[in-house]
């Protein structure tokens, strides 16, 4: 006999005991008939999560790199609450026993919210963290130095 389970968004399991593993175990198989729609595929980032040579006065491309920066921040911190969710499980499942049978997500759990917080992206357009960021701003004609040298009419430093 073969049972299928259908969810939202028309993706559909089955399950198949016919072909079971040597075990009994039956063997899931998943199909995923629709391929991503046009409107997903336009909704998806394009540019990389990070101001690295993004001129602000191109808004578009600011814009682009700024939504991109707090995407990532979000996907980081939804992660952070499935797993804080997976602990709380955990921790009923497991009862008395929940500190040695949790622990491996207990850790992962408080890594996770250390590093995984929405910061916004202020302190990102203002400073560099790296020395290489600001390297590749140089490089790209997009550095601070380069816009005040543009403004004052190509001197570099006005007195």
Not at 43 to 71: C, H, L, M, S
Not at 92 to 101: A, Q, S, W
Request: glycine share 6%.
């Amino acid at each position: 006999p073969q049972i299928a389970i259908s969810c939202r968004r028309r993706r559909t399991f089955s399950l198949s005991t016919a072909s079971a593993t040597s075990k009994g175990d039956p063997v899931v198989s998943v199909s995923m008939p629709t391929p991503e729609s046009e409107l997903f595929k336009s909704q998806k980032p394009n540019v990389a999560p990070a101001f690295n040579g993004v001129d602000y006065d191109d808004t578009k491309a600011f814009k682009a790199a700024e939504d991109a920066i707090i995407r990532e921040q979000w996907v980081g911190a939804m992660k952070t609450r499935l797993v804080g969710e997976e602990l709380g499980k955990c921790y009923m499942r497991e009862g008395v026993n929940h500190l040695e049978n949790c622990g491996e997500l207990r850790e992962k759990y408080l890594q996770m919210l250390a590093t995984n917080k929405i910061k916004g992206t202020k302190f990102l357009q203002q400073n560099y963290l790296e020395q290489k960021d600001q390297e590749l701003d140089i490089a790209a004609k997009t550095h601070i130095a380069d816009k005040m040298a543009k403004i004052n009419g190509g001197v570099r430093f006005s007195s």
